[in-house]
């Protein structure tokens, strides 16, 4: 993918420099010359630019862009007038940050349907993880659902997953077990890494130090939880 990123604060070059880690051509863009600077190596190009100034924006190869993320966190007048920007030159797909409820509201208004909220989005998977004594990550399908990642709770070691019967027991479903296991480095050096068991079925057994990936509503993976405490 072709990206261009407004913004090269904390949240703006780190997203930058991991996309481009990826693969993906990315356009990492601030008015800050010491900003762009410090990525100009570690992503394909980078433009030192006012993207307030409509004609300077007209310099970007927006139409073969195909996603244009508004980064921008400490100026929020910048960070609005450059999505009002993108939208009047009709750019395909815009992401925009948003760093209050305020700001949300007017980017709603101005038709952005994808509003990203980073600090608060942390915020909220720190509480969860925090509040589900298990877990070690969790991914929110919506309000009520979620894939999470949990340690394997005592005494469940040994045991088959038909045994356990979670779907009949708290109503949620194992997606996949993540595994320890010993894997040679380029070095021919032992590494312990995590790693995938793929589908797993009735009959695949628990091992000390297992990570269930699971998914559920919120509160029977909650149940489920507490259960085990």
Known sequence: MKVIIFGMGNFGSSLAIQMAEMGHEIIAIDYDMQKVEQVKDKVTHTICLDSTNMNALKSLPLNDTDIAVIAI?????ASIMTTANLKTLNVKRIISRSISSTQET????MGVTEIVQPEQDAAER???????????ESFDLDQDYSIVELNLPPGLAGKSL?????????GINIVTIIR?????NLLGVNRIQYMSEGVVGPSTKLVEDDLLVVFGSNDNIMKFCNSKE
């Open 73 to 77: 966190g400490e100026n929020e007048g």
């Open 106 to 109: 007017v980017l709603e208004a």
């Open 126 to 136: 720190l509480a969860k993880k925090l509040n589900l004594k298990l877990a070690v």
């Open 162 to 170: 038909a045994e356990l019967d979670l779907r009949k027991m708290f």
């Open 180 to 184: 320890k296991k010993e894997k040679k």
